[in-house]
């Protein structure tokens, strides 16, 4: 029988710390990991709609009735008072509303309804206030309900944004009714699913869209599998504490749910069981279009020394650093694809570092404001080059999509107008358009089957539609993994055979090592004016100037301005800075007068990697499916701390000559290995199949018939975002897969 995990931990969330890029292992909740419906976009749009309707004043619902805290020492009323008046000294009312009058005690009990394994601490607060162990979290969580929407029922009236100065929508409107209409997905019902398909492609980001694109341009039937939904993108567009750049304990809306899907992670003494509302879980979005439906769309090329790194350095002591089996020139002309064939917006200079390019961007940079301006001429000051940070997103109508609208709801939420440019509103779309591609929704690979000569013949899928599970056996040509490095190393190695006892590809003992994604360095800035300008999406000047060449330091990365950020991101962030106080009046007036008045610095250093940061599968935890779950172990390299703290430092000197009066630089040790949004490296490409999982192409060793498109074959992840190099790499690898689809119906402008 599948064990729950082995002397599990339980633990707080880590809310009063801000994410910078690379999730922290904490000490995941103890829970049993229960098979269950998947959280669909009907649940995840009824428990909005019952938030919202919280907010609105309606009466105690059954889900409140849930969550209210156990009758410890008087009458429920008694308690909800206490808990009340703790709430206001964690907001207390001014010229504002306190936490309670805007609707805090509704807030609570929705969370509590929502994660009902968080009630023994807040019943230990109600019991011993500020002595509780509980109280910072406790503080936490009620100002990220004060500062986030009011559908999450502790902000009634937006009354909070109103005191911060912030607004979601565009400066002067959003000018059309949104959201704009989207294109819809060409779906199979599991009961409908063909016996045999051209291909199999697994997972819809950004390597998986590409993959189903080419073959299905090429006159290839494809069926795509999404272990998550398709989801509106009004309901991806709007909740502040349920998003992949939000780490309050609550399961994002972009998936996957927060029962289900455990991952166990192993600290070298404890083998814990994580769900994806924690920080350790590493998680991505699981939703059509993957990552790309709600990333903040950064477009970096590769420089030529990110593909040379062991050449231009050496290898250092522990690392697994070595260099990439192709150049820049060989993948030149497929960013060049990516950036015309998807969308991508930005100015004429790549910077410092930069490979040759043969073709200007599709788009020019969008408007900047004056954070830019001040950002620029400080740099300028200190001797550093600056350039516009590419986005996949619009500044001009593009392909049929509109021009970005410049909310400032923009990284972790679905686009209102259709602006950003991800898998789901362009390959996928160009796959359904032929008639020959199609989805199965909220469905998984559990293996990849091969005949006795080592074939793939085809997959097994799993899932579950209206409570009921499914199994079947799909049949295809040719199989495609894209299901980003922690679930495409797992599903590699949860299909052993006879001729490869410990998974498809790992005669090597290499599928599953050498996991990365980025540690971010940077800092954060208080000025005495108004600096935040409320020009969404927010980043628009970067230097490049640190991306190699630092001294001893191995590689670097870029500094680029960050995100508009949201009010409750904001209170984490300067509470995790120490910059204003968690709760009571000073905190409150912090955030008053500080939301407008700072700004962050942030960027992603290269790591060396380490053989031993790596994915395995535990046969004693299984997910909702009955499958092996992913089992990470590791750390990062010592380089890789050295690197970020560069960058940190470089970002607060750049802050201070901005006009920064107090700057706070980020170090936070990391806890376990890299991975998050950012995850890569797991079957990495090379020339030689006893040192690498792929060839160039991304074909695994000894199988002519499957490939892998994501970040997994990135040997090096760059000190940028890496998402333009995995457009990149797969659209050269199904060129060479369908012998030319080059010629083959692309658009290039």
Known sequence: MARAGRRPRLSQ??????????????????????????????????????????????????QRDQGRIPDQAGTAEDERARLAALLDEVVPEDDFPSASAAGGVTFVESVLAERPDWRPRVADVIRRGRASAHWDWFAELVAGGYYADAGNGGNAGSASWAMVDWR???????????????????????????????????GSGAGG???????????????????????????????????????????????????????????????????????????????????????????WRFAPLDFAMATAYGVPPGSALTDWPIGYDDLAPYYERAEWEIGVSG?????????????????????????????AAAAASLGLGTVYVPLLINSRPYLGRRACAQCNLCVGFACQVDAKNGSQNTMLT??????????????????????????????TLVGTVDGVAWRRDVDAAEVVVAAGAIESARLLLNSPSAREPHGIGNGHDLVGRHLQGHLYGGAMGVFGDVVE??????????????????????????????????????????????????????GKRGMRELV???????????????????????????????VPVARISGGVHPEDLRARDFTSRRSAEWLRAAGARDVFAYRYPPRGPSGGQHQAGTLRMGNDPRTSVVDSFGRVWGHENLRVMDGSVHVTNGGVNPVLTIFATALRSVEEMTGGWRTGGWRTG
Request: overall charge positive; charged content about 20%; some cysteine.
């Open 168 to 202: 979601p929508e565009p400066l002067g409107g959003w000018g059309t009714d949104v959201p704009v209409a989207a294109a819809a997905p060409a779906t199979t019902h599991p009961r409908d699913l063909a016996a045999r398909y051209d291909a199999v492609v697994i």
């Open 13 to 62: 969330p880590r809310l009063g710390q801000p994410r910078l890029g690379q999730p922290r292992l904490g000490q995941p909740r103890l829970r049993t990991p229960a098979p269950g419906t998947p959280y669909s976009g009907a649940r995840r749009a009824g428990i909005l709609a019952a938030n919202v309707a919280k907010g609105k004043g309606s009466g105690v619902s059954e």
């Open 347 to 375: 100015g004429g200079d790549d910077g410092r570092w930069a490979g040759a390019r043969a073709r200007e961007l599709p788009m020019g940079p969008l408007p900047a404001g004056p954070a830019r301006e001040r950002l």
């Open 596 to 626: 407008r008045r700072s700004l962050r610095l942030m960027g992603p250093i290269q790591e060396v990697t380490v053989a031993d940061a790596r994915v395995r599968v535990d046969d004693g935890v299984v997910d909702r499916h009955g």
């Open 209 to 299: 869209g590409v993959a189903a694109c080419g073959l299905a341009e090429a006159g290839r039937t494809v069926l795509v599998v999404e272990a998550g939904g398709w989801p509106g993108t009004a309901e991806l567009a709007h909740d502040h504490l349920r998003n992949p750049r939000s780490d309050w304990g609550l399961a994002p809306l972009s998936g996957p749910a927060a029962d289900g899907d455990p991952r166990v992670l192993d600290d070298g003494r404890h083998d814990l069981v994580a769900h994806p509302t924690d920080a350790g879980w590493h998680n991505n979005a699981f939703t059509a279009g993957g990552g790309t439906r709600v990333y903040g769309a950064q477009a």
């Open 430 to 459: 160009r796959a359904f358009a032929t008639g020959l591609a199609t989805v199965v929704l909220e469905s998984r690979a559990a293996r990849i089957r091969t005949d006795g000569a080592g074939r793939v013949v085809g997959v």
């Open 533 to 586: 300008d409320l020009v969404g999406p927010g980043p628009s000047i970067a230097t490049t100037d640190h991306r190699h060449r630092n001294g001893d330091l191995i590689g670097g990365g870029i500094i680029a301005n960050e995100f508009v950020a949201t009010p409750s991101n904001t209170y984490r962030y300067l509470v995790g800075a120490g910059l204003v106080p968690r709760d009571g009046a000073a």
